[in-house]
């Protein structure tokens, strides 16, 4: 808000008593008698009050009339002269120092204005700041709440990730031992199946062996004389049966060892097994052999063989 500036009644009052005193009015007597006002509206005011003053009358000194006249031709002249540039400078003096004075006036009250703004903008600055402040101190505590919240999380990420780790242990476990019942399961069947056809083997081996036998029997009278006249090549063919022998006996222990392992694969998948169910697995031990002593008479019977071993 603008101030109150002084008025044309205190500056013509405070300058007549200047005069008074035998002193010339001044705009810097004038503000200090009056102890404020501006410079500009003290010289716009003292302007107004100088136009309603009369001008001094001047006494002349007595001099002699010849001189006087000359003299005062040649004042005349010059004082005409100064007098016109004078009046040419004051008037341009005058001019500016008026258009000053407004321009200074305008000038005070923007200042006044804008003092007016300023002290708003300082309230209105403080306010802002408190209320940043506050804002700063809310923010901090937020941040603090936030850093606590994502410690919070982590934790709780953690014991997440622990537990699907747990969770996936147990799901691979709870698969490998599934995947382990249905292959003892599986293997069980196939023993299973293995005593079933190794027992119908094993019956049909036993009638091909008690048939075969017979007939080796009648056949052995009936090759004996045969055996007699070929016992010079019996010897190339004796190294042949060896080998062949070994041959049978390393496939037999082969077999054997098999057996082994299904017996042991299936002691650990099913430990409740019957007595019958390991002797059909020995059954088909015996049965494989069979099988190999029926190829032996076979090829024997062929000619393959020597007589006699």
Do not use: C
């Amino acid at each position: 808000m603008a101030r109150t500036g002084i008025t044309y009644e205190q500056v013509a009052t405070v300058a007549d008593a200047l005069v008074g005193q035998g002193e010339k009015p001044s705009i810097q007597r004038i503000r200090e008698q009056l102890g404020t006002g501006s410079p500009n509206t003290i010289h716009r005011h003292l302007k107004a009050w100088r136009a309603t003053q009369a001008p001094a009358e001047r006494r002349a000194a007595r001099l002699p009339d010849e001189l006087t006249a000359a003299l005062a031709e040649e004042l005349e002249r010059q004082a005409a002269a100064a007098r016109a540039e004078a009046e040419e400078n004051a008037l341009e003096a005058q001019h500016t120092a008026d258009e000053l004075a407004a321009t200074g006036e305008q000038l005070e009250e923007q200042v006044e204005e804008l003092s007016g703004r300023v002290e708003a903008l300082e309230s209105e600055r403080d306010r802002v700041t408190g209320e940043r402040d506050e804002a700063r101190s809310a923010l901090a505590e937020f941040r603090e709440r936030v850093r606590e919240l994502e410690a919070q999380r982590d934790d709780a990420r953690q014991q997440l990730a622990e537990a699907r780790n747990r969770v996936t242990t147990l799901e691979e476990q709870r698969d490998e031992e599934r995947e382990a019942r249905i292959a003892a399961q599986r293997e069980a069947k196939q023993v299973d199946q293995a005593r079933i056809e190794a027992e119908r083997a094993l019956a049909v081996a036993e009638t091909r062996t008690e048939a075969a036998q017979q007939q080796a029997e009648e056949r052995a009278n009936a090759l004996q004389e045969e055996r007699q006249a070929r016992q010079q090549d019996a010897q190339g063919h004796r190294q042949a049966l060896v080998e062949q022998r070994d041959e049978y006996r390393e496939r037999l222990a082969a077999l054997e060892k098999q057996l082994q392992d299904a017996q042991q694969r299936a002691q650990e998948a099913e430990k409740g097994r019957t007595k019958a169910e390991v002797q059909g697995e020995a059954l088909a031990a015996r049965m494989e052999a069979l099988e190999s002593r029926q190829r032996h008479d076979r090829e024997e019977d062929q000619g393959q063989l020597p007589l006699g071993e």
